[in-house]
């Protein structure tokens, strides 16, 4: 019978629609004539007539860099290679893990010094349209869009899984009703920390954070699953995993 409660728990979970969710928003601007790349979260963004706007970027930390080119970086870049150096990404002028709130808007300026300033607003409906039509694409994780994540699983949604986890006797158990539960779903990396916490075993602990870390939404912040393990060897080997992973 529990066999039974406990695989109809995740079933729900797995095919479970989300509450409403207060999205985030970020725009990028530059007022230079020079090419910027950005990054988040180890994941480039393309431009798009100097603005970049992002949506449904799931709140939370988020590690943001900012890269400067130059008009003449082919030739630049191919003199430097000749010195030996390597500075294809451009001059690094922004590079900050960011807060980004839930429903606000993170306006990030690059002005034309190359200086970056950083402000945020609560939503303005007056200009919902124009971001619409401007807007560079939603920030999920289908694949299909160079600025996506998802969203995270609601705070409800998190403590039922949590609850199903925590009634199974033995690792191995947890382990795959949690795996069932993360290939449908999307998780913070707080959240993480919290489900590798509920693993006894070291092994186990480092397979959940390796396997968590592709469903994953602020994957700035998945630092903070070090926290979890009890081994320096565990946090070593999640780093090289992390360093090495490919969506």
Do not use: C
Not at 19 to 32: D, G, L, Q, V, W
Not at 57 to 76: A, E, K, W
């Amino acid at each position: 019978m529990k066999k039974i409660f406990t695989l109809l728990t995740v079933l729900i979970l797995s095919a479970n629609v989300f509450a409403a969710f207060n999205e985030s928003r970020i725009s990028i601007t530059t007022m230079t004539n020079l090419p910027i790349k950005v990054i988040i979260d180890g994941r480039q963004v393309q431009e798009n007539n100097g603005t970049i706007r992002i949506s449904n970027l799931n709140p939370g930390y988020h590690r943001i860099q900012i890269f400067s080119g130059n008009r003449n970086n082919g030739n630049r870049d191919r003199r430097e290679r000749g010195r030996g150096n390597n500075n294809q990404q451009g001059d690094l002028i922004y590079n900050s893990t960011l807060n980004v709130r839930s429903g606000m808007h993170t306006d990030i300026l690059i002005n034309r010094f190359g200086r970056v300033f950083v402000d945020e607003q609560p939503f303005d409906n007056r200009y919902d349209d124009d971001w619409d039509r401007n807007n560079n694409g939603g920030w999920n994780n289908n694949g299909n869009n160079n600025n996506s994540w998802g969203r995270a699983m609601d705070y409800q949604t998190f403590l039922q899984l949590k609850q199903t986890v925590e009634r199974e006797a033995f690792d191995d158990n947890k382990l795959s009703v949690i795996k069932t539960v993360l290939s449908n779903n999307r998780v913070t990396s707080a959240q993480v920390k919290e489900l590798v916490q509920e693993m006894s075993f070291e092994k186990n602990k480092l397979d959940l954070a390796k396997y968590a870390y592709r469903f994953t939404t602020d994957r700035g912040s998945y630092f903070i699953v070090n926290d979890a393990f009890s081994f320096s060897y565990s946090k070593t080997e999640l780093a090289q995993y992390i360093l090495t992973y490919r969506d």
